[in-house]
């Protein structure tokens, strides 16, 4: 048998909308953005959705928006994927690090409490696999120290804090469409906001900074972050399935959860009571990470590891991140964490024999 | 009638490829990418291309590649599109102005020579409209100072410059392929480079910065600037009629220019006899120029300004280039260039409509 890690789920209904935005001519930024934007706005009950070319676009547009520069500094999980540290530092802020709670690997409160100091300027958390952290705690640090919280939903389509949806958090949120994600507009992303002006301001940003006024008149450094109307229109088709695909993904963890609920030397994903889980990743804690990877890809099964290095041992941080100290759950964790293959065309038959598999590989190693 | 200034030339070339794409269900960077690629980097003869999301990036990434950073100056032309300079601003580098040349419209290379300093790393000229600058002078430069020299050639594709092509010249090269470009990938752009080490280079950078045979592992920092196959899908298509495009913007530019040729009060578009000129832009210098547009306007005939406003009085550069000195020529064409439509679909009758509108404009307000 051959699995893949993930695989997009696209048909009939993608190819309906590339088709008819192809026919129209009109396949740069336009009217199918706007239906994109205005349909996960709705969803997600947030005033404001600014979609752009990428998960890392947004998160540019969101640090950019909020007037992030040299000098300032933002607090991000050492744990995290490089383009959250990448975004700060193309507003040549410095990325401070904190530590993650060791049970769903997100940032942990206590941790961003220590690393205030008066050049912070916005807390960055991300939900790690789709998990919210703990938004409570966050948001109370931010307002005590008046701080921006800037959410990196990038998995978190579809997950839920407290009743309240992520990619909804703080001042701005972001969210990713790339291929591997939930739903896809094959590259992609938005901002989310609540705020009238931070949305114009992300708006202009995203086309150059240009203002909307004005053709070829610039008031602030924007980007060409725009996504395309043929992109959105895979979104459009990707985002009608998004119910059946969140549903499709909670069963194939509960499967795995049930397939994995006595076997030892392995760590189950540990689900907050506060969350809706959109599984984006099905994460295990496990010892002999590479031994089971091997067993595992010699038996057709793709694994990913999200993520096998920390920000501060990333090689592009060396000089950027010198002198810093270690962070010894996010360490442990990039060690010892493997996420099991879930996509929506997944059988039961498929499933079965990741456990099964997955099962003797704990087993020959992991004892 | 309504003419539009420009209008992509989208059709069943283009939705066969994308269709074939969309049913291949790899819609994401892959092998219609390499094959777009791969015919561009022929056609000009160059060793490689790496394709991107925008222009814009493809000049992020040169400067990343080239390692330009704070502290360092790169030369640009006053009178450019925005991205050039921002994409230096990106690098924290100083973008340091060159007044241009009053017939191409091109950085000067002798403003060029007054503008070098120790801290100056690269030169980075356009070709205006698609139009060559003098490169034999600004490679002379760049060897005597030690200077990489990166080409943007963002609305160059199909130009050349002493039978050479241009997209070719320097360290590196980049193009657009904008909609509103000579050929479309929808968004999206491209790096040219004949240096192995600096092709590697780019297409790390393009992918996040990750290291190509160790996953999620980051030796530089890089950002998501991978172009999807579906866009390339509109790339291929559009390439093969390149030839085609290129022929009948060479016979609008012709009849204008024998259109306009006996009118006074406009100043016809000069062509060095170095160069073939893609057309891109058809540019004219007018008086009063406003109300020429307002004008053309009002008989339906869409009209751009490239560009109204050169850098340093753009408002995101007044921090940035304060206490800079002025740049006469750069304002002087800023203040009466204008752009006719120009696109593959017009046809005779729309043309003489144009010459014809255009004349009485000037006429009217030009004496």
């Not at 995290?80 to 193309?90: G, S």
Request: glycine residues 6%.
């Amino acid at each position: 048998m051959k699995i893949p890690w993930a695989m997009p789920y696209i048909g009939e209904e993608e190819l309906k909308e590339v088709i008819d935005t192809v026919k129209s001519t009109w396949v740069s930024m336009g009217p199918r953005v706007k239906k994109f934007e205005e349909m996960v706005a709705e969803y997600l009950g947030i005033k404001h959705a600014i979609a752009v070319n990428s998960g890392t676009a947004a998160l540019d547009v969101a640090l950019k928006a909020l007037k992030i520069g040299p000098g300032d500094e933002v607090i991000i999980p050492a744990f995290t994927y490089i383009a959250t540290a990448n975004a700060v530092v193309y507003q040549h802020a410095k990325p401070v690090l904190a530590d993650i709670d060791p049970k769903t690997f997100n940032i942990d409160p206590e941790d961003v409490n220590e690393k205030i100091t008066k050049k912070t300027k916005c807390i960055l958390p991300i939900d790690y696999g789709g998990q919210a952290p703990d938004y409570d705690a966050l948001l109370e640090i931010a307002e005590d120290h008046n701080l921006f919280l800037l959410e990196d939903g990038a998995e978190a389509l579809g997950g839920e804090y407290k009743g309240k949806k992520t990619c909804t958090f703080g001042d701005l949120a972001t969210v990713s469409f790339h291929a591997a994600k939930l739903i896809t507009s094959v590259e992609g992303g938005m901002v989310f906001t609540d705020d009238d002006k931070l949305a114009e301001l992300c708006r202009i940003i995203r086309n150059q900074g240009e203002d909307p006024n004005r053709k070829y008149y610039h008031p602030v450094i924007g980007h060409n972050y725009r996504m395309s109307d043929l992109h959105a229109a895979i979104g459009i088709a990707q985002f009608r399935r998004l119910p059946e695909i969140l549903e499709k993904r909670r069963k194939i963890a509960e499967r795995y959860n049930e397939g994995f609920k006595d076997l030892d030397g392995v760590e189950l994903p540990y689900v907050s009571e506060h969350v809706k889980h959109p599984w984006f990743f099905y994460p295990l804690l496990v010892d002999n990470r590479d031994k089971i990877i091997e067993y595992l890809n010699s038996k057709g099964i793709g694994i990913r590891v999200g993520w096998p290095v920390p920000i501060h041992k990333q090689p592009a941080y060396r000089e950027i991140l010198k002198g810093e100290q270690r962070y010894p759950v996010a360490e442990e964790v990039a060690e010892r964490i493997i996420n099991l293959p879930m996509y929506h065309a997944m059988t039961e038959e498929e499933q079965n024999y990741v456990i099964e598999t997955f099962k003797e590989a704990v087993n020959k190693f992991c004892r």
